[in-house]
């Protein structure tokens, strides 16, 4: 059970979201921020001592829930490139209702160079997706390639666009639908061609398990 002081940190950093996502980091002020969780100045600054140290707890919690979602998938027994697929179609969702997850990606970008640095919500989301890619190279479930990268460096491209996407006003059913048909030829040059029946690009409807070789959890080191 959450103590009151927690509770209390985690209203300030839902209404720091909501104002960072709607008003972008800069603009967004400590009173705002207050003013929207309910509380006082005093009371923010009883738990952040800045806005930067806030930011970072914004940037913090996104970090927290992505690794929540592939430590499910681990649990699940989803084969990595598996994991990939639905933490995609995981992040188009969560940017469409979440804040904190849209404002976790502002911040990223609005404070590029500012020390000492934010989280970096796109570094934690790119490295989380090389991870899982370097166990499926691992476990011998990608293609092999003249230029390793080359695959993995389409896919980064493709990742950070999501982003984009999401942010268009393409209803839900047809955003996801896209992000399936983006992985329509990812997948004919990341995994060798008899093995492209064994992933399924759309989301997942219930939790199940996937073919190949179960995601290892967050931390968890490629041998």
């Not at 972008?24 to 800045?50: D, E, P």
């Not at 430590?71 to 179609?89: F, M, N």
Request: hydrophobic share 40%; net charge positive; charged share 20%.
């Amino acid at each position: 059970m959450q103590t009151r002081s927690e509770q209390t940190r985690r209203r300030l950093i839902l209404a720091g979201a909501e104002m960072f996502d709607r008003h972008g980091y800069a603009n967004a002020t400590i009173g705002q921020i207050a003013g929207a969780a309910g509380m006082t100045k005093g009371a923010l600054y009883f738990h952040f001592a800045s806005k930067d140290g806030l930011a970072d707890a914004v940037q913090q919690r996104g970090r927290e829930l992505l690794g929540d979602f592939v430590q499910r998938q681990w649990e699940q027994g989803a084969a990595p490139v598996q994991a990939v697929i639905d933490l995609t179609h995981w992040l188009a969702a969560k940017l469409r209702s979440d804040p904190l997850m849209r404002a976790g990606f502002r911040i990223s970008k609005e404070c590029t160079g500012r020390k000492p640095p934010v989280v970096g919500f796109h570094q934690v989301w790119i490295t989380e997706v090389l991870r899982l890619l370097g166990q499926a190279r691992a476990a011998g479930e990608l293609r092999e390639h003249t230029a390793q990268d080359g695959p993995e460096t389409l896919l980064f491209a493709t990742v950070c666009g999501i982003e984009v996407l999401a942010g268009t006003p393409l209803p839900s059913a047809e955003l996801s639908y896209r992000i399936g048909a983006l992985w329509e030829p990812l997948l004919s040059v990341l995994v060798p061609p008899h093995d492209l029946g064994r992933y399924r690009t759309h989301p997942p409807k219930a939790p199940a398990a996937a073919a190949g070789s179960a995601v290892e959890p967050v931390g968890s080191q490629v041998a």
